[in-house]
């Protein structure tokens, strides 16, 4: 090889990553790693055992769980570790219908979900259950009226996230909690994307259960938790074991729990001082990047999450934008990582009554706690070359 070639392969290879896809997962924050080490070498006990070992197991867990209950203003016994946010999500509506056959067989959710709630959703109809989706206006907002008009005397759930995964728009929840608690409807609130972004107290939510995935700030991937609101019953989806309380069999995941509380505890400490940084550099992404002729900023201009910047192209394909920007370095994402590969387009900017042109062309940068401005520069820098390109290949 040619030694002016294989300088420029090395100078490729040793580019370093901007990474802007934090909405899809996040590094596991280092001392978040130390607390778990202890529990995945010589603390390696069966919480269930009665020997020693296996109480200093069973510690853990319940300290992470008092944790966890400290941050969310809730008691220890009310939260549940479970295997990620979408078992949350499904343990919350499922276990909760399942559960309420007897007093009706309707719930309600919007179109904008992500998929572990519809796709649980549609599950549920094959069982004779009833799915309403409610629409959402131009910045993905709910209205919490709409909730109330939905509700039927057959109603047993419903499902309303707090923050948008795609566009980052947040949901009127405490509102809609209000409006559920009055009509003695249980309230399920997906809160993924909220976790370790905004306030997370259930008492000022009004909610009755809530989903948390570890991974979404800066824990262990292969962790969630539901939040069960005390006299709520669910039916468990696990069976073989009476671990969380008989609401999910199965041996537990000491390092994985003790990683997402310490997770969770860092990135509430840190909020005050994350947020405003991350909304800064989100802004200045949004003022450039809509320099781009035919751009559009998707979600609330104000109600968003402060880490997310979303757009569309018109007249390109998102899925080609990412791939330039991945040889460029960048990190990013159409939308949601779970619907990664699909050449349709989002159901969220559908909903939101996108029309093919542009809803096909979308990116979701998503900023995170070691982004910089020189990155947010240099994202600005080579985006508009990118769509340029792209839209003269007719990509």
């Not at 008092?66 to 008691?75: F, K, M, P, S, T």
């Not at 309600?108 to 992500?114: A, D, F, G, P, V």
């Not at 409610?134 to 009226?145: G, K």
């Not at 909610?207 to 938790?225: C, R």
């Amino acid at each position: 090889m040619p030694e002016h070639a294989s300088n420029s392969v090395a100078s490729t290879n040793t580019q370093r990553l901007i990474y802007m896809d934090h909405a899809a997962t996040t590094a596991l924050d280092p001392r978040v790693l130390e607390a778990m080490m202890p529990h995945l070498t010589e603390e390696y006990g069966n919480a269930s055992s009665i020997y020693a070992l296996g109480r200093q197991a069973l510690q853990a867990i319940s300290h992470s769980r008092e944790e966890v209950a400290q941050i969310l203003n809730c008691q220890p016994a009310e939260i549940a570790f479970v295997g990620c946010g979408s078992e949350s999500d499904n343990l919350a509506i499922k276990g909760m219908a399942f559960a309420s056959q007897k007093k009706g067989n309707h719930i309600i959710t919007s179109s904008i979900e992500h998929h572990a709630v519809l796709h649980t959703c549609n599950y549920l109809e094959r069982f004779g259950f009833e799915t309403t989706y409610l629409p959402v206006d131009e910045y993905a907002l709910i209205d919490p009226d709409a909730v109330g008009r939905a509700i039927t005397d057959r109603t047993v759930l419903v499902s309303i996230m707090y923050a948008n995964n795609e566009v980052g728009t947040i949901e009127p929840i405490a509102e809609i909690g209000k409006i559920c608690r009055a009509r003695k409807i249980p309230f399920h609130v997906d809160a993924v994307q909220a976790g370790g972004a905004l306030p997370l107290d259930i008492a000022e939510l009004n909610v009755d259960l809530l989903t948390l995935s570890s991974h979404k700030f800066y824990g262990p991937k292969g962790m969630g938790i539901l939040y069960v609101r005390q006299g709520k019953r669910i039916l468990p989806q696990l069976q073989g074991g009476s671990q969380e309380r008989g609401r999910r069999a199965g041996t537990e995941n000491v390092a994985g729990i003790v990683g997402t509380s310490t997770a969770l505890r860092l990135a509430q400490e840190e909020l005050e001082v994350v947020t405003p940084r991350l909304r800064r550099l989100r802004d200045r992404l949004i003022e450039g990047i809509l320099t781009i002729p035919r751009s559009r900023l998707t979600g609330h201009p104000t109600l968003r999450l402060a880490n997310n910047a979303s757009f569309c192209f018109e007249g390109v394909e998102g899925e080609s934008i990412l791939i330039h920007l991945d040889m460029l370095g960048l990190a990013a994402s159409t939308g949601s990582a779970c619907t990664s590969g699909s050449v349709d387009p989002s159901h969220v900017l559908e909903a939101m009554g996108f029309a093919p042109e542009w809803s096909h062309g979308s990116l979701r940068l998503t900023l995170g706690k070691k982004n910089t401005e020189e990155e947010v520069e240099r994202v600005i820098s080579i985006l508009p070359g990118v769509v340029e390109k792209v839209r003269t290949l007719g990509l």
